[in-house]
């Protein structure tokens, strides 16, 4: 099986070839710019003292300053972390942010640490990789199984180093140390706004459709609330790891999520059937909202999809091989790295706070969330029927031209002679 980092080079050399890209240009974005790897001793709660091994990817600085989350997970490799910062890379050039892509990564398992073994273990990566991170040159926030807790660590132990303030280093960092209103459900508010144009171009009235959820964290959860909020879509099934849920006359959000925080899980809701989450991607609903794990539509099941439409709030669900099939049966796949993108957005509008000393009020962090996604997915919709591909493909063709287009303004690539 391909490793994320070569499917990551597959899909550029793809668009690549696509856009005509000289082969420098093609080259240098193939790789990662920086690479830094660190090991960290930590003073473990008996004394002992663990060493654990870090890195932190920064991909692309062209568009700006590199920009991607942080992750804590005991299976971290640096392929999959080069892989994430090349989607990050691509993820803030679709919605035309001025940063580019990085990502890090810790292999340790957070649940095996003590609240002060964790503290150290944050403030030690911060130590490592100070002087390769700043507000213009790459900034971190959370990730898989780090926190808005684990990030003001790692503020503090920053400002300790530099001696100074530098609040724009991280983002997500709980409000009162100078974090955005209006994070919380930003990545499922931006994808919401990338659907209700999906489902302009397509005629479909959201007041009347129908939706499954695969997944009931952050971002499903809040997907839920803002179809049932914004567009007023009966929401038919949800899930999580340990089962999904189905009522065709709708589910009440607040029902479910309050179920779920007694319970521990959506399964097992009064007034609704229990199903697999297989049935759940294959329902007939109008609109279909994958936000659990990658790889869940593939070419088993792609051709018994009976969405209209897929919003992909999860992070690689549907694989290369499915998306040709989706295509073909006319489904409108709004890919990840633009349906997601509504997070790094608002983390974007946190930086430009903490860079103005300022704090926008939520009502304006929704109006410039929504120009964004608008404008980022009308991008892409515009380039999908030009050049008659599938939206991911056309998603990579706008990222990719404009990531291109400033290495080249640049002078680091193009002939010149
Ligand atoms: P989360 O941990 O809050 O929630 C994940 C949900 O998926 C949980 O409800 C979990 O029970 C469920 N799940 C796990 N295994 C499942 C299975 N086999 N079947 C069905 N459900 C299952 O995570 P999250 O932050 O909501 O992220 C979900 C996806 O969205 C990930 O792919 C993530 O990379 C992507 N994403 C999230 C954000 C964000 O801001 N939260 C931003 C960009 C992308």
Redesign the pocket.
Known sequence: MSTPYATAQSQLDEAAALLKLPSDVHQLLREPMLEVHVRIPVRMDDCSVKVFSGYRVQYNNARGPCKGGLRFHPEETIDTVRALAAWMTWKTAVVDIPLGGGKGGVVCNPKELSELELERLSRGYMRKIAHFIGPDLDVPAPDVYTTPQVMAWMLDEYEAITGRSGKGVITVKPLELGGSPGRHD??ARGGMYTLREAANKLGLDLGQATAAI???????MHAHELLSSLFRTTVVAV????G?IYNPTGLDVKAVSEHKLARGSVAGFPGAKSIS?EDLLELEVDVLVP????NVITNENAHKIRAKVIAE????PTSPEADQVLHERGIVVIPDFLC?AG?VTVSYFEQVQNGGMDRWKLEMIHKRLDETMTAAFNEVWETRERMQVHSRLAAYLVAVRRVAEACTLRGWVGHRC
Do not use: C, I
Not at 291 to 294: F, I, K, N
């Open positions: 930003a990545t695969q997944g009931f964290g952050n971002a499903g899930s999580d790891s340990k999904a989450n936000s659990a794990l990658e709030l999860a992070n690689g997601n997070g």
